[in-house]
């Protein structure tokens, strides 16, 4: 038999805020009514000792408790919904030659454009536009490493004209389409290593942004890091001026509540976009899982896939990954140490 809810339990805190954020982490049951609930049910606040959590809904029916009417605890959440919507759409953009109007995707989906726009950028982050235009990004850069031009790689990623890709090639690739295929060669990257309270930090940076903010306790390591990720850029040591970019890198590291308003040049897939957008709307003193993200980015079942991107993440702090934790509230892996993101997590909560 599970035990009932107590006041420090921080299910039964989700519960008295009726959270929308824990739906999907649990449901509740009320021992007098015999019915389970969503975490942010508008029902009547049970008493705690009637009451009891479980993992999923067939957990609570598998106690002998039927789904609440009000809530429908049994079916997809309206959050779930509007996810597989999306979910929906983004495959429809991912799998067109050209990319479809928002007359189109709003046909498909049944709703009006302007609620298109606001359900999908809710979602993932992004509009129905920036997400096609982060997918054909992606298809590019396969491109490019695939077909015998820059040409063909352009028109093959589904291009209509080669004027149209030059417009946007700085800020799709971070470089020239010629220089990409060089795997990066003649990039110049600058960078300096610096001591934080959490050990060394190192930060690089290209003409458009900053790359890359390494934290670890081996200032080496750091700098082998750096070259395997760029193997074929030009890395330079930073100057005087660039010292002063480190020091900003190094103020926001020791207080991670402020906004980090430098500007980043990451690449990444498509996917990886979507999860680091979603990292970076995670406000200060906040905390989301995993799943939480899945959700957001219109992909419920990439919890996994979400992990990796968050593993992937270049730029500590920048694009805030140590705000994911797992969905019972623990520290999984952060790529820069638990205890790193356990002191950033505290030093943000104090704020």
């Not at 107590?6 to 299910?11: K, R, V």
């Not at 050209?98 to 189109?104: I, K, S, V």
Request: aromatic share 8%; with cysteine.
């Amino acid at each position: 038999m599970l035990a009932a809810a107590t006041e420090s339990d921080p299910h039964w805190a989700q519960v008295l805020a009726r959270d929308p954020k824990a739906e999907g982490s649990f449901v509740y049951s009320v021992r007098t009514t015999g019915v389970y609930c969503r975490p942010s049910c508008g029902a009547r606040t049970p008493k705690p000792e009637n009451v009891r959590f479980h993992p999923t809904a067939a957990d609570a029916e598998r106690a002998g408790f039927r789904p609440c009417k009000r809530c429908k605890p049994d079916q997809p959440s309206p959050a779930e919904r509007r996810a597989e919507l999306v979910a929906e759409l983004c495959r429809r953009i991912e799998s067109a030659e050209t990319p479809p109007t928002l007359r189109e995707l709003g046909h498909q989906a049944g709703i009006s454009v302007f609620h298109l726009q606001r359900v999908f950028k809710a979602v993932t982050g992004l509009t129905p536009r920036g997400y096609a235009e982060a997918h054909r990004a992606r298809r590019v850069r396969a491109e490019l490493q695939l077909a015998p031009t820059v040409t063909e790689a352009i028109y093959g990623a589904g291009y209509g004209s080669s004027g149209r890709f030059y417009e946007n090639s700085g800020r799709l690739l971070g470089m020239t389409p010629t220089r990409y295929r060089a795997g990066g060669a003649d990039t110049r990257i600058r960078f300096a290593i610096g001591e934080c309270s959490l050990g060394a930090i190192l930060v690089a940076a290209t003409e458009r942004g900053v790359c890359a903010i390494f934290m670890g306790d081996d200032p080496d390591a750091l700098a082998r890091d750096l070259q395997d990720r760029f193997s074929r850029a030009e890395l330079i040591g930073g100057d005087a001026g660039f010292e002063r970019l480190v020091s900003r890198v190094v103020g926001l590291v020791e207080a991670p509540g402020r906004e980090f308003d430098l500007p980043l040049d990451v690449r990444g897939t498509a996917f990886q976009q979507r999860v680091w957008q979603a990292l970076r709307e995670i406000p200060p003193g906040a905390t989301a899982s995993y799943a939480d993200i899945a959700r957001r980015i219109g992909s419920p079942k990439s919890v996994r896939a979400v992990a990796r991107a968050c593993g992937a993440n270049p730029v500590a702090v920048a694009i805030p990954c140590h705000r994911v934790v797992r969905t019972d509230g623990a520290l999984s892996g952060y790529r820069w140490g638990v205890e790193r993101k356990r002191a950033l997590l505290e030093w943000e909560a104090d704020e």
